[in-house]
């Protein structure tokens, strides 16, 4: 089936580092969800997008909607051990029974 | 948002047993999903949970294999039957309210099958 293209698959930075991820597809979307899942946990929403060009800030965290509607970023900045995790992207086609496509995730971690 | 829980958190079977698992959300939702996120892998939908009628299910899962049941607007159950080792994964249930277009997850089941 279809897929969202997240890489790379794994991503290493310094504390205090910004970091951004991008997550592409072939095809377009109407909506763009960002999740952060823990360890044994389940994913939590971060940022949804509902509009091409939609800038969104949640703290130390900023997401875009592409302008082509194939893409979104995430961007993490001045980062802190707690930030590390796999980070899904998610997107959504319009229509009643339209169901999410997920990446296949990041997983970041932080050196302290 | 939404605050779901699920039961059991983990589980550990035995090979060819069934586990049920349970979703409860904290006001009615419209949409009830259930997912299966295989280790080290993203989350894969298994079917969407309709209330009253049976569920929806995703090309490779049957309801023989992953019966659910709906019976109100805020609960939902997922039963993965005939377990076999492959079976081990984290089970997932997720809801959506009306209008909006965003998923929130519950915090999963692990489930080990020996």
């Known amino acids: 089936g279809q897929q969202l293209n997240q890489s790379p698959q794994s991503m290493f930075i310094q504390e205090g580092e910004d970091v951004s991820m991008n997550c592409t597809s072939s095809?377009?979307?109407?909506?763009w969800l960002w999740y952060k899942q823990d360890p044994g946990e389940g994913p939590v929403l971060l940022i949804a997008?509902?509009?091409?060009?939609e800038l969104t800030s949640n703290g130390r965290l900023t997401a875009q909607f592409g302008i082509t509607r194939k893409d979104s970023f995430l961007n993490i900045s001045a980062s802190i051990p707690s930030d590390v995790g796999i980070y899904f992207c998610?997107?959504?086609?319009?229509?009643?029974?339209?169901?999410?496509?997920f990446g296949k995730g990041i997983t970041l971690s932080v050196r302290p | 948002s939404a605050v779901i829980s699920q039961k059991p958190s983990r589980d550990i079977c035995q090979r060819g047993t069934s586990l049920t698992i349970q979703c409860q959300v904290d006001?009615?939702?419209?949409?009830m999903f259930w997912y299966r996120q295989q280790p080290g892998q993203s989350l894969t939908l298994i079917a969407t949970?309709?209330?009253?009628?049976?569920?929806?299910?995703e090309s490779g899962f049957v309801i023989d294999k992953f019966p659910i049941s709906r019976p109100n607007l805020t609960f939902s159950t997922l039963t993965v039957s005939n377990l076999s080792p492959e079976d081990s994964s984290i089970y997932l249930c997720?809801?959506?309210?009306?209008?909006?277009?965003?998923?929130?997850f519950g915090p999963g089941t692990r489930l080990t099958v020996l």
């Open positions: 997720s809801v959506e309210r009306t209008g909006t277009d965003t998923q929130y």
């Open positions: 006001s009615q939702v419209t949409m």
């Open positions: 095809s377009i979307f109407n909506t």
């Open positions: 949970a309709n209330q009253g009628s049976e569920a929806t299910y």
């Open positions: 998610a997107g959504r086609h319009t229509g009643a029974n339209s169901k999410l496509t």
């Open positions: 997008l509902y509009k091409a060009g």
